[in-house]
């Protein structure tokens, strides 16, 4: 069974471009959520995907959105990047969407971007 | 504010030695507590996962524990081995909404 794709895997902007990342969750998974890791922050919560409907979004401002198709696969976009933009985002899939959060994630291997 | 925080920030052990790494939580209401492991450039692989009735959890050398009412877990490594090498990261989410909160991680590097 394949796992969550992402693509590109690296990609390098400069500041004010914008960048559409894509991920193609396990086959059968429904959620995909989005996540920005940089070596300070850690790993933090950018939205969640279910069924073509955002359910949830954390605390980013409005330049980074995204959008689910009917096939489950997803995209982020980031517009007018800046230099802070740089980190490794990565796409989770998930089979069960209820909460409690049972669901397991799956991660992707990420995109890593490089804003210059 | 539902935060999560591990300790050690990073860990250096010799081949074959154990450890605990440790993670606190003030997440409320609680669901679930997930180990995760995440080599150097790789997307995290999950280790384990403990709802609130479990305390214990094991995964090959890795031995999950949690204690919901001090609302600590650790994460115990047997036998330690090169391939052990990388970052740890504890997940807690609530089962309300449908956030995780991320602890920043405990880089482990083994060493021969």
């Known amino acids: 069974k394949a796992g969550v794709t992402q693509t590109p895997r690296y990609l390098i902007k400069t500041r004010g471009q914008q960048v559409t990342l894509s991920c193609s969750p396990i086959s059968g998974h429904r959620s995909v959520s989005w996540y920005q890791q940089t070596p300070g922050q850690g790993l933090q919560f950018l939205f969640e995907?279910?069924?073509?409907?955002?359910?949830n979004k954390g605390n980013f401002p409005g330049r980074f959105s995204g959008r689910q198709f009917s096939n489950s696969r997803s995209e982020m976009n980031v517009s007018t990047l800046e230099l802070g933009d740089s980190a490794l985002y990565l796409c989770a899939s998930s089979y069960i969407h209820t909460p409690p959060n049972t669901g397991e994630l799956f991660f992707g291997e990420g995109s890593r971007l490089t804003v210059l | 504010k539902n935060q999560v925080e591990q300790s050690p920030q990073s860990l250096i052990i010799l081949e074959g030695k154990n450890c605990t790494l440790q993670c606190n939580y003030t997440v409320s209401p609680f669901s679930n507590l997930r180990w995760y492991k995440q080599d150097t450039g790789r997307g995290p692989v999950s280790l384990t996962i403990?709802?609130?009735?479990?305390n214990t959890k094991s995964n090959g050398r890795y031995t999950a524990t949690l204690d919901a009412d001090t609302k600590q877990s650790s994460l115990h490594i047997t036998a330690s081995q090169l391939s052990d090498s990388a970052s740890y990261i504890c997940v807690v989410s609530g089962n309300t909404g449908n956030q995780f909160y991320f602890g920043t991680g405990t880089s482990l590097t083994v060493i021969p």
């Open positions: 403990m709802t609130f009735s479990e």
């Open positions: 995907y279910f069924s073509e409907t955002q359910r």
